[in-house]
């Protein structure tokens, strides 16, 4: 590995380290000077905006209701919970992710297999409430880096819950995965499959990640296609298991993963059945499929669920008709779990007009804390709630706070005309690839606090939000000797 290679890696480390374990140092609690504690109830005559102007359906299903210039979840005024909290945070509802675990088990326990288990992506969200949360549930761990695998470990995890997969992946990584003996790793290259193989004792499950050259899925991020990093071409199978020798029966398999925020359940049908037909001449050597993640959530009203059911009827055919049911299937997933139980909240710092007569909102978070919106142009529900009893709604422009143009939450979004400065934004559906996507370090504004609420209470291990410089200055107070 290079100097400038160790270096970089060293600074990623030292950030997730940083991240992971400083920024929960005790604050005193901001309070936003315009909100009050109690639910604000608006009597209906005095609303003066149209009925169903906000289109709640993808909030109402998770338990969000709109109760006058306020938000509730399970009856609790939002804004009595951020009126405890510092801006921006993000708030992670766990009620919601337990009942998102208990709907991926039941639809784990319909596959016809010899044993399901699903692991969660922990690249979606490691805050240490989510991991707490997942690790109690007694749900497994997929991690794709050596920050990750530390971190599921401090957090409690046994090596025996913990996949490891992920492009890329440097030697030292892969012989501290075997000698720790996980449960298992998915080789992405012959490369890799040569480095297991120098580690391997025996104890470790090991799959071979597969990409489909000519199929490309319609996910929003997909992730197969002729120029894709991940796996190795189908093409290949035979030298793929010429290669795996090493592995002894009942520890050999597949993964593949196609695409993420997938809602379309015929169309990963379709794909399973492709990649699983490859499969058919192996069968006598697969021992597990990882059938990869992607289940995804629906962000607008337009948007279907992913039907589970439909979905492990189709599956359970596709296996059977390949001679593969009664294989070990494994589920990873990230956005299903904790995309919806997280909220995104950030403070309007200023209103004004702009030149064209729209009104601006700017916030104290911005796409450092959460890029998804300016970086895929991802669609999510965004509102503001404020303390008026009467109010009209209006489009406004949403934006963060930093130098660039692309720093937007979105234009026409309808702000009701009562909420001011120092009131509160809220995006919703924020709990996945939300804070672990973002580039906190950008113009070194706040990386955001972090708050649980469960059982209607805010509580449990929550950190308030950081000046960005704090992380800076822990990266620079090392001396460098590291470089000779
Ligand atoms: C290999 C792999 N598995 C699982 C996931 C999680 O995907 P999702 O959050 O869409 O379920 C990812 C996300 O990038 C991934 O790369």
Same mark, same amino acid.
């Given at each position: 590995?290079?100097?400038?290679?160790?270096?970089n890696?060293?600074?990623?480390?030292?950030?997730?380290?940083?991240?992971?374990?400083?920024?929960?140092g005790?604050r005193?609690f901001?309070?936003?000077?315009?909100?009050?504690?109690?639910v604000?109830t608006?009597?209906?005559?005095?609303?003066?905006? *149209?009925?169903n102007?906000?289109?709640?359906?993808?909030?109402?299903?998770?338990?969000?209701?709109? *109760?006058?210039?306020?938000?509730?979840?399970?009856?609790?005024?939002l804004?009595?919970?951020? %009126?405890?909290?510092?801006?921006?945070?993000y708030?992670?509802?766990?009620?919601?992710?337990?009942?998102?675990?208990?709907?991926?088990?039941?639809?784990s326990?319909? @596959?016809? &297999?010899?044993?399901?288990?699903i692991?969660?992506?922990v690249?979606?969200?490691?805050?240490?409430?989510?991991?707490?949360?997942?690790?109690e549930?007694?749900?497994n761990?997929?991690?794709? %880096?050596?920050?990750?695998?530390d971190?599921?470990?401090?957090?409690?995890?046994?090596?025996?819950?913990?996949?490891?997969?992920?492009?890329?992946?440097?030697?030292?990584l892969?012989?501290?995965?075997?000698?720790?003996?996980?449960?298992?790793?998915? /080789?992405?290259s012959?490369?890799?499959l040569e480095?297991?193989?120098?580690?391997?004792? &025996?104890?470790?499950?090991?799959?071979?990640?597969?990409?489909m050259?000519?199929?490309?899925?319609?996910?929003?991020?997909?992730?197969?296609?002729? *120029?894709?990093?991940?796996?190795?071409?189908?093409?290949?199978?035979?030298? @793929?298991?010429?290669?795996?020798?090493?592995?002894?029966?009942?520890?050999?398999?597949f993964?593949?993963?196609?695409g993420?925020?997938?809602?379309?359940?015929?169309?990963?049908?379709?794909?399973?059945?492709?990649?699983?037909?490859?499969?058919?001449?192996?069968?006598?050597r697969?021992?597990?499929?990882d059938?990869?993640?992607g289940?995804?959530?629906?962000?607008?009203?337009?948007?279907?669920?992913?039907?589970?059911g439909?979905?492990?009827?189709?599956?359970?055919?596709?296996?059977?008709?390949?001679?593969?049911?009664g294989?070990? @299937?494994?589920?990873?997933?990230?956005?299903?779990?904790?995309a919806?139980?997280?909220?995104?909240?950030?403070r309007?710092?200023?209103?004004?007009?702009a !030149?064209?007569?729209?009104?601006?909102?700017?916030?104290d978070?911005?796409?450092?804390n959460?890029?998804?919106?300016?970086?895929?142009?991802?669609?999510?529900?965004?509102?503001?709630? &404020? %303390? !008026?009893t009467?109010?009209?709604?209006k489009?406004?422009?949403?934006?963060?706070?930093?130098c660039?143009p692309i720093?937007?939450f !979105?234009?026409?979004?309808?702000?009701?005309?009562c909420?001011?400065?120092?009131?509160?934004v809220?995006?919703?559906? /924020?709990? /996945?690839? &939300?804070?672990?996507?973002?580039?906190v370090?950008?113009?070194?504004q706040?990386?955001?606090?972090?708050?649980a609420?469960k059982?209607?209470?805010?509580?449990?291990?929550?950190h308030?939000?950081?000046?960005?410089?704090?992380?800076?200055s822990?990266?620079?107070?090392?001396? !460098?000797s590291?470089?000779?």
């Amino acid at each position: 590995m290079s100097k400038g290679h160790r270096l970089n890696s060293a600074i990623i480390k030292l950030m997730a380290f940083f991240h992971l374990t400083f920024i929960g140092g005790s604050r005193t609690f901001q309070k936003f000077p315009s909100l009050t504690n109690k639910v604000l109830t608006t009597p209906e005559n005095e609303v003066t905006m *149209e009925k169903n102007a906000y289109d709640d359906h993808v909030l109402h299903s998770e338990g969000f209701e709109r *109760e006058g210039c306020d938000y509730t979840y399970n009856g609790l005024s939002l804004s009595s919970v951020i %009126s405890r909290v510092e801006t921006p945070s993000y708030i992670y509802f766990l009620d919601i992710l337990a009942r998102k675990i208990q709907e991926l088990r039941d639809f784990s326990t319909s @596959i016809n &297999g010899s044993g399901t288990d699903i692991f969660y992506s922990v690249k979606a969200n490691p805050a240490t409430q989510i991991l707490t949360a997942i690790l109690e549930s007694g749900l497994n761990v997929e991690v794709s %880096s050596m920050g990750e695998l530390d971190h599921v470990l401090k957090t409690g995890f046994n090596p025996e819950r913990i996949i490891l997969l992920g492009p890329g992946k440097e030697e030292d990584l892969i012989r501290r995965a075997s000698e720790m003996h996980i449960r298992g790793i998915i /080789a992405e290259s012959f490369r890799e499959l040569e480095l297991i193989s120098k580690y391997y004792d &025996g104890n470790m499950v090991v799959l071979v990640r597969l990409n489909m050259e000519d199929e490309t899925s319609k996910a929003l991020e997909s992730m197969s296609g002729s *120029e894709s990093k991940f796996g190795i071409d189908v093409k290949n199978l035979e030298e @793929i298991v010429r290669r795996s020798r090493f592995v002894p029966e009942g520890k050999f398999g597949f993964q593949y993963y196609l695409g993420s925020q997938v809602l379309d359940y015929k169309e990963s049908l379709r794909l399973h059945e492709k990649m699983l037909s490859y499969m058919q001449r192996f069968r006598e050597r697969v021992d597990y499929i990882d059938l990869g993640g992607g289940f995804g959530v629906p962000m607008t009203p337009k948007d279907l669920k992913f039907d589970f059911g439909s979905f492990s009827s189709g599956l359970n055919r596709i296996l059977r008709d390949n001679g593969l049911d009664g294989k070990k @299937i494994w589920f990873e997933s990230g956005r299903f779990l904790v995309a919806d139980c997280g909220l995104f909240v950030t403070r309007i710092v200023d209103i004004k007009t702009a !030149g064209n007569g729209g009104t601006m909102l700017t916030t104290d978070g911005g796409m450092n804390n959460f890029f998804r919106i300016a970086f895929l142009g991802a669609d999510h529900p965004i509102r503001a709630i &404020g %303390s !008026g009893t009467t109010f009209t709604l209006k489009p406004a422009t949403v934006c963060g706070p930093l130098c660039t143009p692309i720093d937007c939450f !979105g234009k026409n979004i309808l702000i009701p005309d009562c909420v001011r400065e120092g009131d509160p934004v809220l995006i919703f559906k /924020a709990g /996945a690839y &939300g804070l672990s996507l973002s580039p906190v370090l950008f113009l070194l504004q706040k990386v955001p606090g972090e708050y649980a609420v469960k059982n209607n209470k805010l509580g449990g291990s929550n950190h308030p939000p950081i000046g960005a410089e704090t992380v800076l200055s822990f990266i620079y107070a090392r001396d !460098g000797s590291e470089l000779h």
